[in-house]
């Protein structure tokens, strides 16, 4: 084993403590927006859920004893003046905790238990373990004393409202040490050789392998980029209810699902270093494909919605994922991406085409990924020019996959069909200055200050050279200190956390980067990647991000930024070293 590399510290207020493959990580974010003051044990099976307590106790007064926490990607420790508590995992579904000079409290998160609801709390005498039993994740957490002793326990067996948990000591002035573990129903009683410190080096090991193998291209030019390979890499689930594949979920905060275009970037980023994780994040969404080839809006341990879906960025984001997978594709594998976006293509050209339409529409500003911008304002059943221009690549992909598996005729029958949908976008929606949006029902036209209007700088090489100059320039009018505001900071409806109608987001700064490169206006691409990383490096890897003052908004921990932020480094890693 190599010696133990310790990784960037990081605030559990921001980011869990978690590792690659665990449904559960540790976290004051009990809910949405929500924080508690102690660290609590939080599984995102069935849902996310605060399931356990754990409190450091002064030894002299047993009361919440005054730490600091610290965390880096293999350890997290409670310190204070009389000792410290430190926790590592052994495995994605058990911890082990060791501590000297404080004790720990271990508690049921929730005090209510109904036939429905809550935890319930027991001794084992078979695994001779304490056991906690949740109803809202189904699953049970086992508690097993290792050294020291058992100082206290309460509520055990009761009913009702209570607290209920234990606490654990030392014996004298030696550690105590405990395991906890996600499981079923049963296992064998908990039992390893590993000591402590072997258990935190291997973890530690564990994601510096990991950042080596995704950015192993990261340098001091880079400073963020091992702190978003930890948020992708510690927000990888294994496969469990619904979840087909290892997955990348959104955040293991309270954005822990597999939506239908945010899992296009974290495949992008991972596609280099760990191309079968990358390969599992593309597909994952087109495991649950339903009749009529729509994907599913989004993905989780115990639920899947369809009541809307996402734009269709997989033509593009394949285009990509094939220049970037290490792994060689076969005839199967392209035979299959192929069949699934060619679905994919026929949902948009038939269930989201009116009788006699050119060009598909959203039914809500959901479908499109940017559920509130200005676009939507006047009607959400709308055509509009970013949906054309997703589709329009799309095609050109399905083209491209169909010539490769040496089917010339439908090869032709997608190009033409791309070329048609953009004679139709040209000729519908494009005004001279500007793309309008148009209502499916009423047919009135009309633009907004939202920068949606202006995605279909995505076409990059397929736009004529005077439409990418106009969308370029107006691009540009978004571009604040910190990226590209969603929407004109002049504009009436802006408003600083305002989801998409003012903060800066990851996947529209890639996808208007790439295209701008594309079509090249390399002078603004540069720019927006440089404000772009310097934001992360500077705020994190939020969900979205004040465009005034770069302030990280909403869930705080998401991988689609930290993979954008990798995405864009890595391209400029590799354009310094030509």
């Not at 080096?201 to 400073?223: C, E, H, I, Q």
């Not at 978004?478 to 305002?498: F, I, N, Q, R, V």
Request: glycine share 8%.
């Amino acid at each position: 084993m190599t010696a133990a590399r310790s990784g960037p510290a990081f605030s559990v207020h921001d980011i869990p403590f978690s590792t690659h493959g665990s449904w559960f990580g540790f976290s004051p974010v009990v809910a949405e927006k929500t924080y508690a003051e102690d660290l609590h044990l939080v599984s995102h099976q069935n849902g996310m859920h605060a399931v356990l307590r754990l409190v450091p106790l002064d030894r002299a007064t047993g009361e919440r004893a005054e730490t600091r926490v610290e965390a880096t990607p293999g350890l997290l420790s409670w310190i204070s003046a009389a000792g410290r508590v430190d926790l590592a995992y052994e495995s994605p579904d058990t911890v082990r905790l060791r501590g000297t000079g404080l004790p720990l409290r271990v508690s049921a998160a929730a005090r209510a238990l109904t036939p429905f609801s809550g935890t319930y709390f027991f001794r084992d005498a078979a695994a001779d373990a304490h056991v906690f039993t949740s109803y809202e994740t189904g699953r049970r957490y086992r508690v097993t004393v290792l050294s020291g002793t058992v100082a206290d326990t309460f509520g055990a067996q009761a009913l009702g409202g209570g607290d209920r948990g234990l606490t654990v000591a030392a014996d004298a002035d030696g550690p105590w040490e405990i395991a906890v573990e996600e499981l079923d129903t049963a296992r064998p009683p908990y039992a390893s050789a590993a000591a402590f410190g072997t258990i935190a080096d291997a973890a530690r090991n564990s994601f510096a392998d990991f950042a080596d193998t995704v950015a192993g291209w990261r340098s001091p030019a880079t400073p963020a980029a091992e702190l978003a390979a930890y948020v992708v890499w510690s927000a990888t689930v294994r496969p469990a209810g619904l979840v087909t594949r290892p997955a990348v979920l959104m955040s293991k905060h309270w954005m822990d699902k597999v939506w239908s275009w945010d899992h296009c970037f974290n495949a992008l980023a991972l596609a280099p270093g760990c191309p079968e994780l990358a390969w599992d994040q593309y597909h994952l969404p087109f495991d649950h494909q339903d009749e009529t080839g729509a994907l599913p809006d989004s993905v989780t341990h115990s639920e899947i919605l369809y009541n809307f879906v996402k734009p269709p960025i997989h033509g593009w984001a394949f285009g990509r994922l094939r220049r970037r997978l290490t792994m060689p594709l076969g005839q199967a594998e392209l035979t299959e991406t192929y069949d699934r976006l060619e679905r994919w293509t026929d949902f948009w050209l038939t269930a989201r085409r009116a009788p006699g339409a050119e060009l598909p529409h959203y039914q809500h500003g959901n479908d499109s990924g940017w559920d509130n911008a200005t676009t939507f304002d006047p009607e959400r059943v709308v055509v509009t020019a970013d949906l054309a221009a997703f589709l329009i690549l799309q095609l050109h992909e399905l083209a491209c996959l169909a010539t490769d598996l040496r089917r010339p005729n439908e090869a032709g029958e997608w190009t033409r069909a791309a070329e048609a949908a953009q004679t139709a976008m040209l000729d519908q929606l494009w005004t001279g200055d500007r793309f309008v949006a148009r209502g499916v029902d009423t047919g009135d036209t009309w633009n907004s200050s939202s920068l949606l209007d202006l995605m279909p700088i995505v076409l990059g090489e397929h736009l004529p050279d005077d439409v990418s100059g106009v969308l370029a320039g107006r691009i540009e009018a978004h571009l604040t200190p910190h990226g590209l505001a969603t929407e004109l900071p002049a504009s009436p409806h802006y408003l600083a956390d305002g989801y998409w109608r003012g903060p800066i987001w990851a996947p529209a700064t890639v996808l208007i980067e790439d295209g701008l490169r594309r079509s090249g206006h390399h002078r603004l691409a540069d720019e927006i990647s440089a404000r772009f990383r310097a934001l992360c490096e500077t705020h994190g890897f939020a969900e979205n991000f004040d465009a005034l003052t770069g302030t990280g908004l909403r869930d705080r921990a998401y991988t689609w930024t930290a993979s954008s932020y990798l995405l864009l480094a890595e391209a400029h890693a590799r354009r310094g070293d030509r």
